[in-house]
């Protein structure tokens, strides 16, 4: 039977399961990447597995996150990982190389090959023809033991690009189109896979755009085909050596094909706050703005910062936007200030950062009050960029330059043709900021800052408790709601005592001390709970608080693994019970043990209502069998004796 590319690289790498649509299924991990953020956490629990050695073809530790040193943590933690890398045979890239997406990209990603990492924008990889998939730590740790990464089969929707882009639209309103049609929930339990004449119009930095903010739609991941154009790519990167032809097969049929015609997208802009509340930029013309940033993991390629460049060479900047302009990789910093594109962004009054997500997780650049700020980032959450009443809206480089000069919103086409800019068929390559690790490692000493407390870890799920609704939240809550990134809180990352304390505290700065004071406790959420960034530190610190389950009408997919990971039971509700739960309610629970082994509906009585609800366990049978056991890290100890 024919198969679409998505389903012949997981076929390829099927170790457990039936490829039908929505069941169990696992698949070998070839490649691995953390970032520094989750990375610290993750490789603390690879330790913990007691192993020697990755068990992967390749697993690179990215410092990209938390390279702003106020204090010791993140520089104590930087020593960890380079440490830790060595010890247990990593690649190890150094601050100020770059960021993991754009890095691995350059320099690592394979076609047809699996990719999973700690970071939720890992399916950029699928630019390049891989099959990339963003997870918790401790699911990308299990896969550096060796362990296949369980996932429901996804259903894989074809996109058909037909076309080509005209005038200034870009890759980034591509993907802000589909978001625009299908929200920020419409690709939960996808791959969407992209087909058509329309694909060879585009380059691999442009795909990887595409694929990198598929992650805002929920997809399990994205992926284009690798063709001449991704030979292309990996001959500049003097790679070619990792390239091959990989298409669908002809007659492949897809759940659902979503018709796209490139010649008819026009520049679109995500309105505050949510990466789906798309428009035109000209609905929004006139619209003062404060301040513009440039890079992140979507938009900092060589090409978008050299098409920004040419846009801003020879004018100023408005007199009052701030812009900022952060380079995808140490790579192609260097090649713009070779190429005299960066003396074309200084001269216009842009300041240029190093190369990191910065501004993307709060870490600096935080915008004035009430101040709207124009990113050509993948996220505008509220309160993601440090100011809690800023306007984030999400562009294109190309529309976000032209702001920066108008100082508004405003109709591109009115104000000069979109220049035309030639990357170079070779890019310099110089890996010296990666560091190979050692053929053997156990001389390595790991080094431990202060900053770095024990793993905790919780107990069996218990058979029957009482637990205090401790907060009641609506839909689409985001992993930046309940776990805050910015300067002050990340620096905790491998310190889960101290960072719990900010769980929630955007939406209720009291919750850590009153779960603290109330365990256990529940949180009771609407549709899409968990959705954004991996960070499985959303899940580690409600467990360090108490919080035995979380109770949602449906959940983001990376989130609820974590969940399911640190032994927090995610449990659906049906509306009409969610509705006549109050926050402060007092759920009781019988019997949960047996409910949960037998796949069965969980059952819990409300308060003093005594209304029986009816909870769904909608959980695998591994699955089920973590969650019995109080998180992975308890399930792989007790399967290895320890």
């Known amino acids: 039977m024919p ?28 490649q691995t990447l953390t970032q520094d953020a989750t990375g610290t956490m993750a490789y603390l629990q690879f330790e913990a597995m007691g192993l020697d050695r990755v068990q992967t073809e390749l697993s690179v530790s990215y410092v990209d996150h938390n390279t702003l040193q106020t204090g010791f943590e993140n520089a104590d933690d930087h020593r960890y990982l380079q440490s830790v890398a060595a010890k247990y045979g990593v690649y190890f890239s150094r601050p100020g190389n770059g ?3 754009q890095v691995h990209l350059e320099r690592f990603g394979v076609p047809g090959k699996t990719l999973l990492g700690s970071d939720s924008h890992t399916p950029t990889g699928g630019g390049i023809g891989m099959l990339a998939i963003g997870a918790g730590g401790l699911d990308v740790a299990a896969a550096m033991a060796g362990e296949a990464f369980h996932l429901n089969m996804p259903q894989v929707i074809g996109v058909h690009l037909f076309g080509g882009l005209t005038g200034w639209a870009s890759a980034k309103d591509v993907i802000l189109e589909l978001l625009m049609r299908l929200s920020v929930k419409g690709g939960v339990g996808k791959v969407f896979e992209y087909f058509g004449p329309g694909v060879a119009t585009l380059s691999v930095p442009e795909r990887a755009t595409i694929t990198n903010m598929g992650a805002e739609l929920g997809a399990t991941s994205s992926i284009f085909p690798s063709d001449e154009a991704t030979r292309a790519f990996l001959v500049a990167q003097q790679r070619e050596g990792d390239w091959s032809e990989l298409l669908a097969d002809e007659g492949a049929e897809y759940a659902e094909v979503i018709e796209l015609d490139l010649s008819a997208i026009v520049p679109l802009v995500a309105q505050p706050h949510m990466p789906d509340q798309v428009v035109p930029v000209t609905t929004l013309e006139g619209t003062p703005v ?126 000069m043709t979109p220049p035309g800019v030639e990357v170079p068929e070779h890019f310099e390559v110089d890996d010296r900021m990666i560091i190979v690790p050692p053929g053997d490692g156990s001389e390595v000493e790991v080094v431990r800052g202060p900053n770095i407390a024990p793993l905790p870890l919780r107990g069996d799920l218990p058979d029957s408790f009482e637990a205090t609704v401790l907060l009641k939240l609506g839909d689409n809550i ?24 900010f769980v929630f505290a955007g939406i209720d700065p009291e919750f850590a001390e009153r779960a603290e004071a109330t365990q256990p406790g529940i949180v009771l959420g609407g549709e899409n709970y968990g959705q954004g960034s991996s960070r499985e530190h959303a899940a580690l610190a409600p467990m360090h608080l108490g919080i035995q389950a979380v109770v949602a009408e449906s959940f983001a997919r990376i989130h609820k693994a974590n969940l399911v990971n640190f032994g927090i039971l995610p449990l659906e509700i049906a ?64 399967r290895h004796g320890r």
């Open 3 to 30: 198969k679409t590319l998505a389903e012949k690289i997981i076929a390829v790498h099927l170790v457990s399961g039936e490829m039908t649509p929505g069941a169990p299924i696992a698949i070998s991990v070839d």
């Open 99 to 101: 960021i993991c997406h």
């Open 290 to 415: 404060d301040q513009v940033c440039i890079g992140s993991c979507t938009n900092s390629s060589l090409k978008d910062l050299m098409t920004v460049a040419a846009i801003l060479k020879g004018r100023t900047i408005d007199e009052r936007v701030s812009l900022v302009i952060s380079p995808g990789s140490r790579q192609v910093e260097e090649m713009i200030a070779r190429n005299g594109a960066l003396a074309d962004l200084l001269a216009a009054g842009a300041r240029v950062l190093e190369p990191t997500c910065g501004p993307c997780i709060g870490m600096g650049q935080a915008p004035p009050t009430g101040g709207v700020s124009v990113r050509a980032f993948n996220r505008n959450f509220l309160g993601r960029s440090g100011t809690a009443n800023a306007g984030i809206y999400l562009t294109s480089p190309e529309t976000a330059a032209l702001v920066a000069l108008e100082g508004q919103f405003t109709d591109p086409s009115a104000v």
């Open 478 to 501: 985001t992993t930046d709601d309940i776990m805050p990134a910015g300067a002050k809180v990340l620096p905790l990352r491998s310190n889960i005592p101290a960072i719990s304390r």
């Open 575 to 638: 509306p009409e019970d969610y509705a006549a739960i109050e926050q402060g309610a007092v759920l009781r629970f019988e019997g949960v043990r047996e409910a949960v082994a037998s796949g069965q509906s969980v059952n819990a009585t409300v308060g003093e209502t005594g209304r029986a609800i009816s909870l769904t366990c909608d959980l695998s049978e591994r699955e089920r069998e973590i969650v019995l056991a109080g998180g992975r890290l308890n399930h792989i100890r007790s």
